[in-house]
């Protein structure tokens, strides 16, 4: 890199006083330094602005009046932004220091991709003395463009994409969604360029009482909802299936979800948008995610129907949890 393009850093807080200070000063320790940051208060009660006030660095702070969300926060940050690229990180996360000249590097010699982020570790409230776990994610595109359309495959606080991609396609985070915001983003990003993980380890990811993904029940209705939009998409509408608290209303709904994503592949191997091999395998992982997440309610009979489906074969189960599914499918027979 010889220009040294300006990269725009991301970062909406609210009350986030308590870690904001290690997560902005690893912005500020970056070995790249062609950055812009731009931190986006969303109305907080505590000191933040106060913090961020205090730091001898060139910050740009915008402070939301009231509290939006981060979704609204997030897209008045890239509404500013001046950079090429934009970074997006969080209040409570570290990035190590050579992340966004790793990052700006990939881009600059791969036009091809928008959107990248990276391997990950969580850790336990502190960095140098809490328990980490390495998040690896795939860094090939094929296999994310088929997995975006049912998983997130992308950590947001690790992710950099094009600004004019943003611009051209008018590719902002959808405001109705709390959680699961950035997984939305992602997905309509893959439709129009292609998306990589670099591999090593570029964040490290802070787990605590106060993460927002700990609301697993809204997590779990905004992650249907994106399912659903993404097989709408391609001429597949589950959307009468599914009751208000975004469930499966029965088993025979379930036989019936089972066949739209057999359709779904047959549809997708005719077209060939994807990898047959890939979207085979992500067709296979939405069925079983979406038996585990409803076989409480509906019962464990259904394990009948996923397993007459020809996509069984390609899912990703392991023989003991195959032989305790067809086990406690029988016994539910049994019952009844």
């Not at 140098?128 to 595109?141: A, C, E, I, V």
């Not at 950590?155 to 943003?166: E, G, Y």
């Not at 739209?260 to 992982?285: N, V």
């Amino acid at each position: 890199m010889t220009d040294l393009p300006l990269v725009s850093v991301i970062i909406p807080v609210y009350n986030g006083a308590e870690y904001l200070g290690e997560s902005l000063g690893s912005i500020l320790a970056q070995t790249y330094p062609n950055i812009e940051i731009i931190i986006i208060d969303d109305s907080s009660q505590d000191n933040s602005v106060a913090l961020i006030e205090s730091m001898s660095a060139n910050i740009t702070v915008i402070v939301n009046p009231n509290n939006i969300g981060v979704s609204a926060s997030r897209n008045k940050g890239m509404h500013a932004a001046n950079g090429k690229y934009i970074a997006f990180m969080d209040a409570d996360d570290v990035s190590v220091p050579h992340r966004i000249e790793s990052q700006v590097d990939f881009l600059e010699k791969n036009s091809e991709y928008g959107l990248i982020s990276s391997t990950y570790e969580t850790f336990e409230e502190l960095l140098q003395t809490g328990r980490k776990s390495l998040k690896k994610l795939p860094s090939d595109p094929d296999f994310i463009a088929a997995r975006l359309l049912f998983q997130c495959v992308i950590c947001c606080p690790a992710s950099m994409l094009r600004t004019d991609l943003i611009l051209k396609h008018d590719l902002y985070f959808n405001e109705s969604l709390s959680v699961c915001e950035d997984w939305d983003l992602w997905y309509r990003i893959s439709q129009v360029t292609r998306v990589s993980n670099i591999e090593d380890v570029l964040l490290y990811y802070r787990k605590h009482g106060s993460n927002l993904s700990k609301n697993r029940t809204l997590m779990y209705q905004n992650k249907i909802k994106i399912i659903q939009n993404s097989l709408l998409d391609h001429g597949v509408d589950t959307r009468d299936l599914f009751d208000e608290e975004l469930h499966l209303k029965g088993v025979a709904e379930f036989s019936a979800f089972v066949k739209s994503i057999e359709r779904f592949s047959d549809l997708q191997r005719t077209e060939k948008k994807f990898s047959e091999k890939e979207i085979l395998a992500a067709s296979a992982y939405v069925l079983y995610e979406i038996y585990k997440t409803n076989v409480k309610i509906l019962g464990y009979c259904i394990y009948d129907v996923l397993r007459r489906s020809w996509l069984y074969q390609y899912m990703d189960i392991s023989l003991k949890k195959r032989v305790i599914n067809f086990l406690r499918c029988k016994l539910s027979r049994l019952k009844i």
